[in-house]
């Protein structure tokens, strides 16, 4: 896991430069597109770049981390609409090109069974973005999920719904239930690329990147992956124990490596 401690208004532009530079050499790649405040600075910057002629969507795939069960269509807060309006009405996907979980399923099994499938059958994620839950959840996965957990439905931890209530307009609105990609469905992506930022995420960022490969902190198993990287700014790197070496690691890094 490469973790890179910089300032907050640095981190949209680093992971959009991941982003980039894999659209570069795979203009059809599958992104994992996340939600939450954590991606949106990546979405702005990727907006940016694409408003300059620096990067096209045109052939890319998306498919998003995780979807509430029974917002309706065009609610504002269902995810799918959130990755309309905070990406695609700025950048060139192709109709259709982007996928998500179906939170309105009634054969909720089978629906996530069939997302699975779509991800398998577009060849699986090449660059997943992340954020992490104060809690250490990733995606909707909460403490206590499976490491290697599939696509399926989750309960919300009262922790979650209240973090995430100042997205609705009252904290009742939170619904108590979620579809999310796996635990061992996201370990598959090729690159995971997590931001966090805020002293609220550094227990959090303690956890998963310093402590014990556990269910208790779902985003530890980033440490099984063999391409982490990890972008936070000082406030949420407060708790790192070795974050003088993790400095001292990324200042040396040649340019060319890239994340
Ligand atoms: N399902 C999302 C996660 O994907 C996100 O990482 C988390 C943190 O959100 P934020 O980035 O707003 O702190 O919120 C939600 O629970």
Redesign the pocket.
């Known amino acids: 896991m490469e973790i890179v401690i910089v300032p907050a208004e640095r981190i949209g532009d680093l992971a959009a430069g991941a982003v980039v530079a894999l659209l570069a050499r795979k203009p059809d790649a599958v992104l994992g597109l996340?939600?939450?405040?954590?991606?949106l600075s990546t979405y702005a910057a990727l907006a940016e770049r694409h408003r300059r002629g620096e990067v096209s969507f045109a052939r890319a795939r998306g498919f998003l981390?995780?979807e509430y069960v029974g917002l309706a269509a065009g609610h504002p807060e269902r995810?799918r609409e959130v990755v309309r309006r905070e990406l695609e009405d700025s950048v060139d996907f192709a109709a259709d090109a982007v996928q998500g979980p179906d939170g309105l399923a009634t054969d909720v099994p089978a629906a996530c069974a069939d997302y699975e499938a779509r991800i398998a059958a577009e060849g699986g994620v090449d660059l997943q973005l992340?954020?992490?839950?104060?809690d250490g959840?990733?995606?909707?996965n909460e403490p206590g999920s499976s490491l290697a957990s599939r696509t399926r439905i989750k309960t919300?931890t009262p922790q979650?719904r209240a973090?995430?209530a100042r997205f609705f307009a009252s904290p009742d609105e939170v619904p108590h239930h979620?579809l999310?990609q796996g635990l061992g469905t996201i370990r598959e992506a090729r690159h995971l690329v997590l931001?966090?930022t805020?002293a609220?995420?550094a227990e959090a960022v303690h956890a998963m990147a310093e402590g014990p490969v556990s269910a208790f902190c779902p985003a530890s198993v980033l440490q099984l992956h063999p391409h982490a990287t990890v972008l936070v700014d000082e406030a949420a790197a407060g708790r790192l124990v070795l974050a003088d070496y993790y400095r001292h690691t990324y200042a040396g890094k040649p340019e060319w490596q890239g994340l």
Not at 34 to 39: C, Y
Not at 130 to 134: E, K
Not at 137 to 140: E, K, V
Request: proline letters at 3%; hydrophobic letters at 40%; charged letters at 10%.
């Open positions: 996340a939600t939450g405040s954590s991606p981390l995780d995810y992340l954020g992490i839950g104060t959840h990733i995606g909707f919300l979650t973090d995430n979620v999310t931001v966090a805020g609220a995420k």
